[in-house]
């Protein structure tokens, strides 16, 4: 019995012991658990930022975006042509030019993008002057080389009085990826500007609901593309999208302002120092002479009498003074006066 209060004491110690054994083997256990957690959290972690990472990429790259087309490769280092208010200049739409056409004393040339080779691009620029390339980048044109890239449903409503003409749904991508490739063949012509024709569908019945917004979206597309590829670009018409696009191109293209009285809406880009290119039609198009044009244009303008039909005839208007170039006639010879 003597032993009783050692074995109790001894029985009390193996306890206290055991406890503390336990004690310690939980502790371990829950250290080795809380380390895993630790090692297995962060690779989890690892793994879940590495597919964020990747969904971020696939998702934009999956994503809607306004150009499916590889974008332009900037070769103009940031300079393009860039004209001065009062160039002048000449626009021939008809004629084919070719390495050694005749050619008036004017600063600019305004001529089709496809009816003309290289060659003659070249000598116009040879000549000491700018080549500006003219498209239609807001109608189809059914005599034109790429026709058969534009899907139908791009098609618009026909362009009145101009046959073999069809609104663009200038939102389609297709339709983009075609004037990129429009642009690349003016920068492979080596033209110094492009003048992209009819960008204003909202002024008419398009087919598509096409608004003053889209065409500035559209505008601010061309003006880039044709930037990155180191030309000039030009805001054709367009007068009432002049104020948010006058920064963006480098001169306007306008026809017919003094006859709709509206002159005024370009005078913006003469506050910027870019040039109002100006056709003007009298006799055909409108009540007026030839005088009463240079009397009524603004002074700064680079204005032109032309024949509606675009031909090489004109005469230009010198301030208020009409001039007749050398073996031109005073009279319009489209004109009925």
């Known amino acids: 019995m003597a032993r009783a209060p050692f074995s109790s004491d001894y029985e009390n110690l193996k306890t206290k012991n055991q406890s503390s054994w336990f004690t310690k083997k939980k502790l371990i256990i829950l250290g080795a658990i809380l380390a895993v957690l630790i090692i297995a959290l962060g690779v989890g972690l690892g793994v879940g930022l590495s597919h964020h990472n990747s969904g971020n990429s696939s998702g ?14 900037p070769t103009g280092n940031g300079t393009w042509w860039k004209p001065t208010a009062g160039t002048t200049w000449q626009i021939d739409l008809v004629d084919n030019y070719t390495s050694t056409s005749p050619l008036v004393n004017v600063e600019a040339y305004d001529i089709d993008l496809f009816n003309n080779p290289i060659g003659a691009m070249r000598h116009i620029q040879s000549s000491g002057k700018k080549l500006i390339c003219y498209f239609s980048a807001g109608s189809y044109e059914n005599w034109r080389p790429d026709i058969a890239e534009f899907p139908s449903s791009a098609l618009g409503n ?3 009085g101009w046959e073999g003409e069809r609104w663009l749904d200038t939102n389609s991508q297709a339709v983009r990826n075609i004037m990129i490739q429009r642009l690349q063949l003016a920068k492979n012509k080596s033209c110094d500007a492009v003048d992209p024709d009819n960008i204003d569908a909202y ?13 500035i979206n559209y505008v601010t597309f061309l003006a880039n593309e044709a930037h990155n590829l180191g030309m ?7 007068g009432a999208i002049v ?4 920064g963006i191109v480098d001169f306007q293209v306008n026809e017919q302002c003094v006859q709709y009285n509206e002159c005024i809406k370009f005078e913006a880009f003469i506050q910027a120092n870019k040039p109002v290119f100006h056709i003007e039609y009298p006799g055909q198009t409108q009540n007026l002479t030839a005088e009463d044009v240079c009397q009524e244009s603004p002074t700064q303008y680079s204005t032109l009498i032309k024949t509606i039909g675009l031909d090489a005839w004109y005469q230009y208007c ?11 006639s005073a009279t319009d010879p489209a004109s009925n006066n």
């Open 60 to 73: 934009n790259e999956s994503s809607p975006t306004t150009n499916t087309t590889t974008p332009t490769t």
């Open 158 to 160: 026909p362009l009145s």
């Open 203 to 215: 002024d008419n019945d398009n087919g598509f609901n096409l608004t003053q917004q889209d065409a």
């Open 232 to 238: 000039g670009v030009s805001l054709k018409n367009g």
């Open 243 to 246: 104020n948010e696009t006058v």
């Open 318 to 328: 010198n301030g208020t003074q009409l001039i007749l170039p050398a073996g031109e």
